[in-house]
């Protein structure tokens, strides 16, 4: 088992080095100069050259990635090149934002998926299948730009029960949390629903129900408990995925996230912050991942052993 | 308790409304805590589409900074109605050709409590012109010799040249010479003498002022999505907003009971612009048949709301540099005479390719230009990219036709800056490439005249040179336009778009606030 674990945090650590490697080239490679974003036109050749210089950004691309490494061997994010601030000091700012709202949008996400997906899956084939899953379609299609201004429209302007958006205590969570959490929600029914199935037809679940045990035990105790193997992956991927992918609920309810300040950073050509982010968001989705291999492993040894 | 969860989900009835039901049951408690009904109607909301970069007067280039610093610090000079530099904290004598002296009028004290005297300004521009400061201003001001201060009141500048214009130019915010000296943070903890105090800056997006004479709060809110500004301007989540909204939003606001709204005219310059150095767009006729097939008072009243006015050169003619130029009046049928003598047809039709950013307002102007061109024989292609890709193809000259705007020009040195020969990118911004002598000429003679009414005449000859020259093709002044609700009284808008109306912005009853809110 340690052997495995082992060759799993020896991969991640591959990735992570591969995505700092593939975000540096990338983000200087981008045309856009943050010289040209920091000072303007109207500053003189002299004077973008010695910003230049001052930022390191006149040394050769290698040697600006040899240092950014060594920096960051010692936990040194650098300092962002527009506000001046360490760019951990606005890692900090912004990473309980994200965080509250992937958590949020996870809670929304489970209190949604989990009944549904289970009562479309005892109700296979009938209304309250179809319309659990026509639900979960609506779900998948319907984009976070169109589902935020809708949520906002009725629950803001025409209801007036919730904010519009910014980060204002925790009222304002709700309605980003729904537009996040809904998405995941969809998908996260159709796998609870198609393990379900499949675990249903067990020869375990019959013997089960032919102890005399009650609907809700088989499915809770039994049945749920070995379906759940595909939806833990999933919950993992999609975590990661959540981190990563609040940049447009963030926009939309100007929530003050690791997303937003993403898209600002990648706009101003604000190097160490896009670095920084990305890497954050990459190494969060990395360990993520590696854990739920590790979680799987453990539940199921036929896993570790047929690697 | 796992199984009694389970057991109540499988006999609920309806299972859909009970998810709905924890869900929403949920959210009731999380709502609990909510701080935003301690503070509704305390503070004054203004929304921003974009958040400062810095609140330091020596490093500031993006324009919604420099609107919050002219809240934060005074400067010595200001403009007036017809954008003439006059006193702002400060008068001044041209003592000679190149000896200014200042004399400051206004008993000021900086919000640290120290009083601003010569000394401070002395600072600040000295700091200006450190290289170690990399100050983007550094450029304009770098004639400066020397700085004296005979005494507390009084400073005098030496310039290493004539430039009669040299007060236009300080208009940067004076900071304490103390804190400078202690390398204080500026950028994020302003200190200056100005109306508002920096109260708090908790996010880039949440920043905090608080005014000096009566101590009320100001928020300026960044909420990017103009879709989003309305709808919370509507709700009451903001008191104010300003600029940047489409036509339909402007359209609809406007019609609302609750909100309020001003317009004034704007001085901010769009432009369509020209590579001069290309084989198809250096032709002038082509550049002419272009003028003639644009129909900008369409473009202003559709896509604009009619919130602009048409431009015919850099300055309106309000400024004390504004000349009466030719305007390209519409005229398809001279567009398609000139598109038939350069050999072009319905059959041979001519290609152009057109950068513009990613702005989905910009992206709507493009294709309208797109289609108004298509009815000449030219087909546009259209090549939206995010603000730093376009913005660098700009400076490099990949483009054959662009977009942009000037925005808060003021001063005649523009047209150095932009047209001269010696200005191409990264030394200026001549993105064009235009090298004309006359041009040069013109600018060159302009800058050395000691006399400004002298200077005024011959700036204004170059504007009618320039305008038959068709580097640009002036398209509008947007207007500025400032929604607010009903409970707001006393903001005032001006040409430049800046927050100055903040100053005399008054709420009428904390207590209609609330009420707005909760209804």
């Given amino acids: ?307 | 308790m796992l199984a009694q969860l389970f057991k109540r989900t499988f006999l609920a009835a309806t299972p859909l409304v009970y998810s709905v039901l924890i869900s929403a049951l949920c959210i009731a408690l999380l709502s609990c805590d909510s701080r935003q009904s301690q503070q509704a109607g305390a503070v004054i909301r203004l929304g921003i589409s974009s958040a400062p970069v810095t609140l330091d007067p020596l490093q500031a280039t993006d324009a919604v900074s420099s609107r919050i610093i002219r809240l934060i610090y005074q400067t010595l000079v200001e403009f007036g109605k017809d954008d003439r530099p006059i006193p702002g904290i400060a008068s001044w004598q041209q003592l000679s050709l190149r000896h200014y002296r200042f004399t400051l009028i206004k008993k000021s004290v900086f919000h640290h409590g120290k009083p601003l005297t010569a000394r401070d300004v002395k600072a600040t521009y000295e700091a200006v012109l450190d290289k170690k400061t990399g100050s983007p201003q550094r450029n304009l001001l770098n004639h400066i010799e020397r700085i004296e201060v005979p005494d507390d009141k009084t400073i005098d500048f030496y310039l290493s040249r004539n430039d009669p214009m040299f007060p236009a130019f300080l208009t940067i915010g004076i900071v304490p010479e103390d804190l400078l000296r202690q390398g204080h943070a500026f950028n994020n903890q302003p200190v200056g003498s100005g109306p508002f105090e920096f109260s708090r800056w908790p996010y880039d997006t949440e920043l905090y002022l608080r005014r000096r004479s009566d101590a009320q709060e100001f928020e300026l809110l960044t909420v990017k999505d103009p879709t989003i500004r309305v709808l919370k301007l509507l709700r009451g989540e903001l008191d104010i907003i300003q600029n940047n909204l489409p036509p339909e939003h402007i359209r609809y606001l406007k019609q609302q009971a609750q909100i309020k709204f001003l317009s004034h005219s704007g001085s901010n310059y769009s432009y369509l612009g020209f590579n001069l150095q290309d084989k198809i767009t250096s032709n002038l006729a082509l550049r002419k048949a272009i003028a003639h097939a644009l129909d900008k008072q369409k473009i202003i009243y559709y896509a604009l709301g009619n919130a602009a006015h048409n431009a015919r050169g850099f300055f309106p003619e309000t400024h004390w540099l504004g000349a009466d130029l030719k305007a390209w009046d519409y005229n398809p049928q001279k567009a398609l005479k000139i598109m038939r003598a350069l050999g072009y047809s319905e059959q041979n039709r001519l290609h152009l390719s057109y950068k513009t950013s990613s702005d989905p307002f910009r992206i709507r102007i493009a294709t309208i230009i797109q289609s108004q061109l298509k009815k000449v024989w030219i087909d546009v292609d259209i090549r939206s990219y995010d603000w730093g890709t376009f913005y660098g193809d700009i400076k490099k000259g990949k483009f054959q036709l662009y977009s942009l705007t000037w925005v808060g020009i003021r001063t005649a040195d523009i047209f150095r800056y932009v047209f001269h020969s010696h200005s191409l990118p990264p030394a200026g911004a001549n993105r064009g490439r235009l090298s004309d002598k006359i041009v040069d000429q013109l600018i060159e003679q302009a800058e050395t005249e000691a006399d400004l009414n002298r200077q005024a005449v011959l700036y204004r000859r170059l504007q009618k040179y320039l305008n038959t020259l068709l580097a640009y093709i002036p398209l509008w002044y947007e207007d500025n336009i400032v929604f607010y609700r009903q409970n707001i009284t006393g903001y005032q808008l001006s040409s430049d778009g800046n927050y100055d109306g903040l100053i005399n912005t008054i709420r009428v009853s904390n207590r209609s606030t609330i009420k707005d809110k909760t209804e």
């Fill in chain 1, 1 to 307: 088992m340690s052997g495995y674990i082992l060759c799993r945090i020896f991969s991640a650590l591959i990735v992570i080095f591969g995505v700092v490697f593939i975000v540096f080239m990338l983000i200087h490679m981008v045309p856009g100069d943050p010289v040209e974003v920091m000072l303007g036109e109207s500053a003189s050749s002299v004077d973008r050259e010695m910003l230049r210089q001052t930022l390191g950004l006149d040394k050769p691309l290698t040697e600006q990635f040899y240092q950014y490494l060594y920096k960051l061997s010692q936990f040194d994010l650098g300092t962002s090149l527009h506000s001046k601030q360490p760019v951990s000091e606005l890692l900090v700012e912004r990473i309980p934002p994200t965080v509250e709202l992937t958590l949020a949008a996870l809670l929304v996400a489970f209190l949604m998926a989990f009944p549904l997906g289970i009562l479309a899956a005892l109700k296979k084939d009938r209304w309250q299948d179809t319309t659990a899953m026509t639900f979960s379609l609506l779900g998948i299609s319907i984009p976070n730009f169109l589902m935020g201004p809708l949520l906002i429209l009725l629950f803001s302007i025409m209801l007036g029960w919730f904010p519009v958006s910014g980060r204002d205590g925790l009222i304002s969570l709700v309605l980003p949390a729904l537009t996040l959490g809904t998405a995941l929600a969809a998908i996260l029914s159709r796998m609870i629903r198609a393990s379900l199935l499949e675990v249903l037809n067990e020869d375990y679940i019959r013997t089960a129900r032919a102890k005399g045990l009650g609907t809700a035990r088989v499915i809770g105790l039994h049945a749920l408990k070995n379906a759940m193997l595909p939806v833990v992956t999933l919950i993992g991927l999609q975590i990661g995925a959540l981190l990563a992918g609040a940049v447009i609920t963030e926009m939309v309810f100007s929530w003050p996230g690791l997303g937003q300040l993403t898209i600002e950073s990648i706009q101003k050509r604000d190097y160490p912050v896009v670095q920084a982010c990305i890497l954050l968001i990459s190494t969060t989705y990395v360990i993520i991942n590696t854990l739920t291999d590790i979680v799987y492993g453990v539940l199921d040894p036929r896993i570790r052993l047929s690697r």
